[in-house]
C-alpha cells in the first residue's frame, strides 16, 4: 500500500528562523512529489518535483527530492509570521492516484 | 485523524453520459469541500469550493454547467460531470476543511470516457 509519511506534526519557531520539512514515501513506480500549503482555504501548491537532486525555489522557499532515500524536504529560510500553515506532501505513484501525507503544522511566532 | 471517503474510486464511462462522484466526510461535519482536478504531470487545479447548503464557487474556466456540484449536507457532496467526452477523462480528488483548520483528501477518483 502506497504512504506518505511527513515530519514532524507540528513545529512552532519564531519569525527569521529557518525550518525543514521532511516528507517520506513508499510508492510503487514513483511519478512525482508534490508540495502543498493549506491555509484556512484549499491548499495551494508550491512545488512539483520528479527528479532527484534538483533544487526547486521560490522565494525563501525551496525542495529538493531525493529519490534514493524516498524523501523529500521543503526549506523555509527567514519564516514569517504569514507561514504559518500546514504544509501537505503528496506523493503520485503507479496506481496514478495522489497519496497525502498528515501534514506538518508550522507556526511561526513574532 | 479525520477520514474523507470518495466513491468511485475508478469509472469508466461511455461518451455522453454523466457520471456522478460522492464525496463524503465520515467522522466531522465539513461545511466547505473542495474538488480538483489533476492533469497529467501537473499539480491539482481547483476546480471548485463547495459549501454546504449554498451554490458552488467555481473557479475560472470552469464549466459550472458541466460540473454540477452539490452539498446537501454537512457529510457530503457530490460532484457530477454531466455528458461526458473523453477530454474529460483524469483525476478528480475532493478534499474537506475541520474546523481546525485542516484538510483532508478523499482518495481520488480515476474517470475514463470513452
Not at chain 1, 524536504?73 to 504569514?82: D, S, V
Not at chain 2, 477520514?3 to 465539513?30: M, N
Request: glycine share 6%; net charge neutral; proline share 3%.
Amino acid at each position: 500500500e502506497d504512504k506518505v509519511v511527513q515530519s514532524p506534526l507540528s513545529l512552532v519557531v519564531h519569525e527569521g528562523d529557518t525550518v525543514t520539512l521532511n516528507c517520506s514515501y513508499e510508492v510503487t513506480n514513483f511519478r512525482s512529489l508534490l508540495w502543498y500549503k493549506q491555509e484556512k482555504k484549499a491548499p495551494t501548491f508550491l512545488f512539483m518535483l520528479t527528479s532527484s537532486g534538483i533544487e526547486k525555489k521560490s522565494g525563501r522557499l525551496s525542495s529538493i527530492l531525493d529519490k534514493k532515500e524516498l524523501s523529500s524536504i521543503l526549506n523555509i529560510t527567514a519564516t514569517q509570521t504569514g507561514d504559518s500553515a500546514i504544509y501537505l506532501c503528496a506523493v503520485e505513484g503507479g496506481s496514478e492516484k495522489l497519496v497525502f501525507g498528515k501534514g506538518t503544522k508550522l507556526t511561526v511566532n513574532p | 485523524g479525520a477520514v474523507v471517503s470518495q466513491h468511485p474510486s475508478w469509472v469508466i464511462c461511455k461518451s455522453g453520459t454523466s457520471v456522478k462522484i460522492e464525496c463524503r466526510s465520515l467522522d466531522f461535519q465539513a461545511t466547505t469541500m473542495f474538488w480538483y482536478r489533476q492533469f497529467p504531470k501537473q499539480s491539482l487545479m481547483l476546480m471548485a469550493t463547495s459549501n454546504e447548503g449554498s451554490k458552488a464557487t467555481y473557479e475560472q474556466g470552469v464549466e459550472k454547467d458541466k460540473f454540477l456540484i452539490n452539498h446537501a449536507s454537512l457529510t457530503l457532496s457530490t460532484l457530477t460531470v454531466t455528458s461526458a467526452h473523453p477530454e474529460d477523462s483524469s483525476f478528480y480528488i475532493c478534499s474537506a476543511i475541520t474546523k481546525q483548520p485542516e484538510a483532508f483528501f478523499g482518495q481520488g477518483t480515476r474517470l475514463t470516457v470513452v
